[in-house]
């Protein structure tokens, strides 16, 4: 379980401007075993920048997070070894195959060699990677790259996963096939957090929705939650007029 408290953070103005920029403003929500929670926004409404703080990153201003009740400030390493995290950038090591680049996270991770190739067995079959698992990661499609970025993060088996976007610039098969990947890790009791400003997807994934915009959480509930407080019939509709519509239309 994930539980954001009261999360601040703010960032130097650009040019001239001495005033601070703020990027994430009192954001709270709880991410629990066993679901989906899909964090919902426009591009810059501070959805990254919340995953940072979770995922140890970045260091909020105020306020906590607490990964399956340790405070992350406290013990980050604790954390970090409980989480599986896929972050906005998918650098995989180029002169590597996708089986040396999981290894080499799993040995990160502290772990035998043979706990790694299982994983990695595990892995590779979930994320249908069999074809490409002993090739050289330089030339790797977008859908590639991800899936080898997945692996590597889940390699240590984490109860907690954070991922930003996973689907940005995938094919339909490949993002139909990730989509069922994280339904699994779901029944498997994990706790799932990703970002999306996708509306089909978070409809489609999601137990729970935190709906982000300029920095604050400005809903937060189940997809029938979200439609009946607004009184709209979809989704996206119920997101624009949460968010407001001149920002919603640029999402």
């Given at each position: ?22 990027a994430?403003d ?49 013990d980050?390493?604790a ?6 995290v ?21 040995e ?110 400005v ?15 979809n ?10 519509t ?6």
């Open positions: 379980m994930i539980i954001a408290e009261h999360l601040r953070k703010t960032f130097p103005g650009r040019g001239k401007s001495k005033e601070r920029v703020v994430v009192d954001v709270g929500f709880e991410a629990r075993d066993g679901e989906i929670t899909g964090l919902l926004g426009p591009n810059g409404a501070g959805k990254t920048t919340t995953l940072r703080m979770l995922y140890t990153l970045m260091r909020p201003e105020s306020g906590r997070v607490l990964v399956d009740g340790r405070d992350v400030a406290a980050p390493e954390a970090r070894r409980a989480l599986g896929l972050p906005d950038a998918r650098g995989v090591y180029k002169r590597l195959t996708a089986r040396e680049n999981i290894r080499y996270f799993g990160l991770h502290g772990m035998s060699p043979a706990v790694i190739a299982e994983r990695t067995r595990v892995l590779a079959e979930a994320l249908q990677m069999e074809d490409f698992l002993d090739r050289q990661t330089e030339g790797f499609s977008q859908g590639q790259r991800t899936k080898t970025a997945i692996a590597r993060a889940l390699v240590h088996d984490p109860r907690n996963v954070i991922l930003d976007e996973p689907t940005n610039g995938l094919d339909v098969m490949t993002t139909r096939g990730l989509r069922d990947f994280l339904r699994e890790l779901r029944s498997e009791g994990r706790c799932v957090i990703f970002s999306s400003h996708i509306m089909q997807e978070v409809a489609a994934l999601c137990d729970r929705i935190v709906v982000i915009a300029q920095g604050r959480v809903a937060d509930g189940s997809a029938d939650a979200l439609r009946a407080q607004t009184g709209r019939d989704l996206e509709d119920a997101f624009v007029q949460l968010i407001g001149e920002e919603g239309l640029q999402a």
